[in-house]
């Protein structure tokens, strides 16, 4: 197949530097996409229909979650099969993913659609936010296929080792949304309608793009859809549906640690999330280690190629370790202007610029996370990764948080998440050397 790589041979350094670098610029489009987004709502709307936004993205991200666990479940499937060179197994199972995502997604976007308002109500909207919260939730429920096309093909080519063809279509996404908000909104003078038809027909357009180069291409062996059998959707419903709780993990474990910031006041909760803001951006680089980390690690373990997994493993660390003391060094130095990037008043860039400065050196250990995490999801090892994301966020992270932030006040904010990352990241690479995840066999006979 044109475009994928082959993993179980070759230079390692060279094979992660060049298929890392177009996940990365792929993430900062997604984080692009939805900055540009807000920046036409909130400018050509207002405040309120932004917020209205803000609220039913939530549901919206509460269905991606999921289709990412699943993602994540092709990923390391496709990867391993790859690894076989098992043809006709990569071709069977990118089929069972096919019919189990459409199923999905329809059922997703009929419930949504269906209860919309109901759900913007439950989640305590204001009265002057529902009607557009309910509108831009149900346009958004229609293409919730598109959304799921085109986050499943880009899995779909990094599995196979391309990176580069799903840079093409999200760059698409990113160009026509950012056109199509403005003329939708303004000249078409359709409100928060104009911003849902834009992203819904944004992300139409670059699934249909995808599915046209891949066919046209020969990337993967997509099919005249069939019944997968059994096994197969077992298999996948195994995998994707811990790593889909996963993200839950994640997202309660974060509104957890908001608690805590709250209790020290507007000034420390509007300065932590300017910090987060940047967080998002910096994080980008070992997140994109991590998934070009599960790929080539998949590719090996379907292969039997142990000796390789681990010292993939081994260069993920290096390359995460270098990047971020560089990004850490530059936080130190100019986190105060990263800040004032998104708030002026005083109080709250001297809150972010402290936080900032106690927590860089800690990144390096939360990147070390993510690689292991990586590997070890390439083996299968869902449930057991599920695990370390719950000591991670809710033995570790969030009671350091509050147990620093109550010695040391809102300082301790920072000194209670980067301790939790050292303490995490040990934990990790003790199941990583004395697990049993290079254990686990997800095929019959394999």
């Not at 329809?106 to 204001?126: D, Q, R």
């Not at 598109?146 to 391309?162: E, K, Q």
């Not at 971020?324 to 809150?351: D, H, N, T, W």
């Amino acid at each position: 197949m044109a475009g994928a790589q082959d993993f179980t041979r070759g230079n390692i350094w060279r094979q992660m530097l060049i298929f890392s670098g177009p996940i990365l610029l792929t993430n900062l489009l997604q984080v692009s996409y939805q900055f540009v987004d807000s920046l036409w709502v909130g400018n050509l709307l207002g405040g309120n229909v932004l917020g209205a936004v803000a609220v039913s993205s939530t549901v919206v991200f509460t269905m991606l979650s999921f289709i990412i666990g699943i993602n994540n479940a092709t990923l390391t499937v496709l990867s391993q099969q790859k690894g076989k060179d098992d043809q006709e197994g990569l071709k069977r199972y990118l089929n069972a993913f096919i019919i189990i995502l459409l199923l999905i997604s329809a059922v997703m976007g009929t419930t949504s659609y269906i209860f919309a308002e109901s759900i913007i109500h439950f989640l305590g909207t204001p009265g002057v936010m529902v009607e557009d919260a309910t509108v831009y939730l149900k346009i958004n429920s229609l293409g919730i296929l598109f959304l799921m096309g085109y986050n499943f093909i880009g899995t779909v080519m990094r599995a196979l080792g391309d990176s580069r063809t799903p840079l093409r279509f999200v760059f698409l996404a990113v160009i026509l949304n950012a056109v199509l908000d403005p003329v939708f909104i303004s000249v078409f003078d359709w409100g928060i309608a104009g911003a849902a038809y834009a992203t819904v027909i944004s992300q139409g357009i670059a699934f249909l793009y995808g599915v046209f180069l891949v066919l046209r291409q020969n990337l993967a062996p997509f099919s005249v859809p069939f019944l997968p059998t059994k096994n197969e959707v077992a298999l996948i419903l195994r995998l994707g549906i811990p790593s889909g709780l996963q993200m839950s993990v994640i997202s309660a474990g974060v509104a957890a640690i908001m608690s805590v910031v709250t209790s020290f006041g507007s000034d420390v909760v509007a300065g932590f999330s300017a910090a987060q803001r940047l967080d998002s951006v910096l994080m980008l680089p070992p997140m994109a280690l991590a998934t070009a980390v599960n790929s080539m690690a998949g590719q090996n373990i379907g292969a039997k190629n142990w000796k390789r997994v681990h010292q993939i493993t081994r260069y993920g660390f290096i390359f995460n370790t270098s990047i971020m003391l560089v990004v850490a060094l530059l936080l130190v130095l100019f986190g105060e202007y990263g800040i004032k990037m998104f708030v002026q008043e005083e109080a709250l860039v001297a809150f972010g610029e402290q936080y900032l400065r106690i927590i860089a050196f800690f990144y390096p250990f939360l990147g070390i996370n993510f690689i292991l995490n990586g590997v070890v999801r390439a083996s299968g090892a869902m449930y057991q990764v599920l695990l370390l994301n719950i000591i991670s966020f809710w033995v570790l992270r969030y009671p350091l948080t509050a147990l620093c932030s109550s010695l040391f006040g809102e300082s301790g904010i920072a000194v209670g998440m980067g301790v939790s990352f050292v303490f995490s990241s040990i934990v990790a690479t003790l199941y990583y050397k004395f697990g049993k995840w290079n254990t686990k066999q997800l095929f019959e006979g394999a």
